[in-house]
């Protein structure tokens, strides 16, 4: 897996535009807070006002203004993606290395809870807990990643199968070099374009469950998400809203899970050798 | 792929442990969950629903989910369909379960038979006309549309063609209380079913093209493509019975493995159109805080999900016989 990754990366029209969109959408998340023009949890405003110069967007059911819940509801949404698309990334690298590295006893045990966990599918065990304990929002990251680890864990696996079997970590072992010594220095820095494809497809899907709990009403209601703005514009749908109300968190969502969509095809086409002579 | 294509005795009986253990699992999560609730959770829960209990409801419902039968007496109820009583639709939770049940079968059901047609068909396609500016176009804008989340293509389609141009009902499954012959009551269905569907085709059918090309590329180039060629077949029976053939497995393993990743996607898409199905059902328990409703959508979508996975890795072998004299 030896490919200059910014030089292949660099020239792929989908990783170019991925990438940029998610640089606007970092600066919008870092800067977020100072930028809002407004408190989005302050209800002074007059309810369902059109847009003004002082609220670009206007003003919401509850006198919140619009744009300023916009700014912290893509923070909620992508940090959410990203802190599940991380733990999940460590955990499957971590497990798919011992299953791979040690085999045996530990691989058959490893790959059978990961078989299981693929089989159950991750939204409902996260409707349940949401509407039982009404946890936060970070438990429910955590609880995701938990689900979400065995399809990076398969791939880096397999992956640590071959690399086993090659000269170099043979080598390696022959002089006396530890399992961990080997692990670190070894097989993890080898397998970092697995690590980019498996973290971009599991922040989207976690980026995109999020949108769905919120908009299903799974969260707490004062926590600012691109889902649950879409969820209470439209109870307003007949009224003259849906362009400045409905529309900028439906064009946000749409985009960040673009971001991260496009972000995991490019990498995918780019890094993994086999599909590079499929995609051309 | 979840498992490996070996499909040997053994193996298919690996497979039934593995999936028995799943459905065990989610199950026991769903027996034993609400019992880990702190305090007197029916009181909390019931307050801020729009709910309101009498005394006597009250109390057969703290009896339901404190009872200390075990988990053997929870699993024979869940096959009796005994799942509760419902206080926010007074009725029997199986029994909207099943009211709700055929109308998100027909909505997916279909959604996905049609995508994956439209998605196996353009995907041949565009592979045999690989580098040409079509192909690239396709592939483009495919990926663009794979991109947009359901919840978008759902919201925008409503406003669109429901509430602005008023081309098609907004809510509903079909019209209620109009007494009409077989033929009109199936247009009215019909009517109704095409936002929804339309939502998600645009939502399945991007990723089924990208995988049917994705894998008919490195068909295309294998020897017996140009043996069937050299024998003079016609470019559509060289196309689908020899190539297509070979590069449907990855489809069906993808059909199964994101069923589990649609049920969320049919949650949202049933939400926006009203549309009244398990997803609906499942948003109004949630809104209504009725947690016996929440419960068996759970848990019983869940196994129908691990039912069909296990089908669809059972039937690998007649698909494609290869994998069956692997071994």
């Not at chain 2, 919840?151 to 409503?158: A, E, N, R």
Request: some cysteine; proline content about 5%; overall charge neutral.
């Amino acid at each position: 897996m030896h490919i200059d990754i910014r030089q292949a990366v660099s020239r792929d029209p989908w990783f170019v535009v991925g990438f940029s969109l998610g640089l606007i959408f970092s600066i919008m998340t870092l800067l977020g807070p100072p930028l809002a023009p407004f408190d989005p949890w302050d209800i002074s405003f007059t309810p369902l006002s059109p847009p003004s110069a002082r609220h670009f967007l206007g003003i919401n059911d509850g006198g919140q203004d619009i744009f300023s819940e916009l700014l912290f509801a893509v923070r909620n949404t992508l940090t959410f993606g990203l802190i599940s698309g991380l733990v999940a990334l460590a955990l499957g690298v971590l497990i798919g290395l011992a299953a791979g590295w040690f085999r045996g006893f530990v691989d058959m045990i490893l790959m059978r809870i990961a078989d299981v966990l693929l089989a159950i599918p991750a939204i409902m065990i996260l409707i349940l807990t949401a509407a039982l304990f009404r946890p936060s929002p970070w438990v429910l990251a955590l609880i995701l990643s938990g689900m979400m680890w065995p399809t990076i864990s398969k791939a880096i696996r397999a992956q640590t199968l071959s690399l086993r079997e090659s000269l170099h970590v043979r080598a390696a072992a022959q002089i006396g070099g530890g399992n961990w010594y080997i692990i670190r220095r070894h097989l993890m820095p080898e397998m970092f374009p697995l690590y980019l494809i498996g973290f971009a497809a599991k922040a989207r899907i976690a980026m995109f469950m999020e949108a769905a709990l919120a908009f299903l009403g799974l969260f707490d209601p004062s926590r600012k998400s691109l889902g649950m703005m879409i969820g209470y514009a439209l109870k307003y749908y007949y009224m003259d809203i849906w362009w400045n109300w409905l529309l900028p968190p439906i064009a946000c969502l749409s985009l960040l899970i673009m971001t991260v969509t496009f972000l995991a095809i490019s990498l995918e086409k780019v890094l993994d050798p086999r599909l590079k002579e499929a995609l051309g | 792929m979840i498992f490996n294509l070996k499909h040997s005795a053994p193996r298919r009986l690996g497979l039934v442990i593995t999936f028995g253990l799943a459905a065990l699992a989610m199950i026991y999560l769903s027996y034993s969950l609400p019992r880990l609730l702190p305090g007197d959770f029916v009181t909390a829960m019931y307050s801020s629903s729009d709910v309101t209990l009498t005394a006597e409801q009250e109390a057969e419902l703290r009896a339901y989910y404190t009872e200390e039968l075990g988990f053997g007496h929870y699993l024979v109820k869940l096959f009796r369909l005994d799942w509760g009583y419902s206080y926010a639709f007074l009725t029997p939770v199986s029994t909207i379960f099943f009211e709700a049940l055929p109308w998100s079968l027909l909505l997916l059901g279909t959604a996905n038979v049609i995508s994956m047609i439209i998605g196996f068909v353009t995907g041949v396609e565009a592979a045999w006309r690989r580098d040409s500016r079509l192909e690239k176009g396709m592939v483009g804008g495919m990926t663009f549309i794979e991109g947009i989340p359901e919840i978008s293509t759902g919201v925008i389609l409503l406003v669109v063609f429901a509430l602005n141009l008023q081309w098609f009902p907004a809510a509903g499954a079909e019209t209620a209380y109009a007494e009409v012959s077989l033929c009109a009551r199936l247009a009215d269905v019909g009517h109704h079913l095409a936002l929804p569907l339309a939502t998600l085709v645009l939502a399945y059918f991007p990723g089924y093209f990208l995988l049917t090309r994705n894998s008919m590329m490195m068909v295309i180039k294998a020897a017996f493509v140009t043996t069937a060629r050299a024998k003079g077949l016609t470019a559509r029976r060289v196309r689908y019975a020899h190539a297509a053939r070979n590069a449907l497995l990855p489809l069906v393993t993808r059909f199964g493995l994101r069923l589990a990743f649609m049920v969320t996607g049919a949650l949202v898409v049933e939400t926006i159109f009203s549309y009244p199905g398990l997803g609906t059902l499942l948003f109004n328990a949630i809104q209504a805080r009725d947690l016996p409703v929440i419960q068996a959508i759970v848990l019983v979508s869940s196994l129908m999900v691990l039912t069909i996975i296990l089908g669809l890795e059972l039937v690998y072998g007649m698909i494609d016989p290869r994998i069956e004299h692997a071994h």
